[in-house]
């Protein structure tokens, strides 16, 4: 169908002239005329008819390219945009070179098949993997949904799944640092915002956005709390380049300091109010400009160097894990002082209200770090 254009005397004030004019059946099949609003761009009228006629066709024959894009514009309407952003980015590299460009009623279980060999050559882990399965069966989900198409050929090749003769160690599964180590890394680090950063790390167990998020306000000396309750990303379409959203699963928590932490973090804010223009609403990290991810992961891999610790360098969502694994060192040890059973169920609530996580997860994630977690079931053995 061609794209028209209104005289300048019906423009709109901000140059809006083009428009398209298409028909279409409605669901009783009547035939119905569309006329549409008006566009900026030639192109971007040509795209928005499109669009209408894919969404008002019972018989799909668009690329799969296309029916991404409605999808994603749902997903932006619906989730984050952080979320939006990553869904987006993982599409364009991951499904739209090797599927984008055929017709989406022509892909059957062998195309996605093929799709999933191709993309599985790097030996990327499993969740990674899913995660792109997700972004693909949801294109295919919205296009049975909304775009007539007749089955989800996706859905029937099924997710990825383990290998079945691939052996995964321990240590592979979760990587995190010892306080000694720990020790040995924050001893090279002379400069007191980076120190104060990695105690902050390890000692909260705070993702990386929560932390490049954090502002003086939130760091509560009274109470001695962080408080935690929003997070940053540079997944955003922002001319700003960044955004501060809710955290990850929309709750807030307050994270209790220790006195190694608080004191570190009083020393570092006597530092920063140092500057005449000096504000509480600074980020803590950063000052008036949060502190950049790749500054953050270049500085990590230097202190790592300095500290003869590269062979075990971690990646900043792995102090995360170090966190955690102090935690259940420490609450084995004092199990084993006070001759208490270990209770793992307890340990979890208590953590997973600290550091923003759900109990199932942190079972599955940290259960095995407990060495003697078989210990009651041995002494049923025993008394046979």
């Not at 609530?349 to 003697?372: C, K, Q, W």
């Amino acid at each position: 169908m061609p794209v028209y254009q209104v005289s300048k005397e019906r423009q709109t004030k901000d140059g809006r002239s083009y428009f398209f004019i298409c028909y279409y059946k409605d669901v009783q099949g009547n035939l119905q005329r569309k006329t549409s609003k008006l566009y900026m761009k030639k192109t971007d009228a040509k795209n928005a008819e499109k669009k209408f006629i894919a969404q008002n066709k019972t018989v799909v024959n668009i690329k799969l390219d296309l029916a991404a894009q409605l999808y994603l514009e749902e997903k932006y309407k619906t989730r984050k945009e952080s979320t939006g952003c990553s869904y987006e980015e993982d599409y364009n590299r991951h499904i739209k070179p090797y599927l984008g460009n055929l017709y989406i009623d022509s892909i059957n279980v062998q195309t996605i098949n093929k799709w999933k060999l191709e993309i599985d050559k790097n030996g990327r882990k499993l969740k990674y993997l899913n995660g792109f399965y997700n972004i693909l069966n949801g294109i295919f989900k919205y296009a049975v949904t909304n775009l007539g198409l007749e089955s989800n050929p996706v859905e029937l090749s099924g997710r990825f799944e383990k290998r079945q003769d691939q052996v995964i160690k321990d240590t592979d599964k979760l990587r995190y640092i010892t306080y000694n180590q720990f020790n040995e890394f924050i001893s090279v680090i002379q400069d007191i915002m980076w120190k104060t950063f990695f105690y902050v790390l390890y000692f909260t167990g705070m993702r990386k956005g929560e932390i490049q998020a954090l502002t003086w306000h939130d760091i509560d000396f009274d109470n001695n709390v962080i408080i935690v309750n929003k997070t940053l990303t540079i997944k955003t379409k922002d001319e700003k380049g960044y955004k501060i959203t809710t955290t990850k699963n929309y709750k807030n928590r307050k994270v209790a300091m220790n006195k190694t932490l608080r004191e570190q973090l009083l020393l570092y804010k006597n530092e920063m109010t140092k500057y005449t223009d000096f504000s509480e609403d600074w980020f803590v990290f950063g000052n008036d400009r949060f502190l950049p991810q790749t500054t953050i992961d270049r500085n990590k891999t230097y202190f790592f160097k300095e500290a003869g610790l590269e062979e075990i360098e971690i990646t900043i969502h792995e102090f995360r894990h170090s966190h955690v694994s102090l935690l259940i060192n420490q609450y084995i040890d004092n199990c084993s002082k006070n001759h208490q059973e270990i209770d793992t169920a307890y340990f979890f609530i208590m953590v997973a209200n600290r550091i923003g996580d759900t109990v199932d997860t942190m079972e599955r994630v940290y259960l095995h770090l407990f060495p003697s977690i078989q210990k009651p079931i041995i002494n049923l053995l025993d008394n046979l």
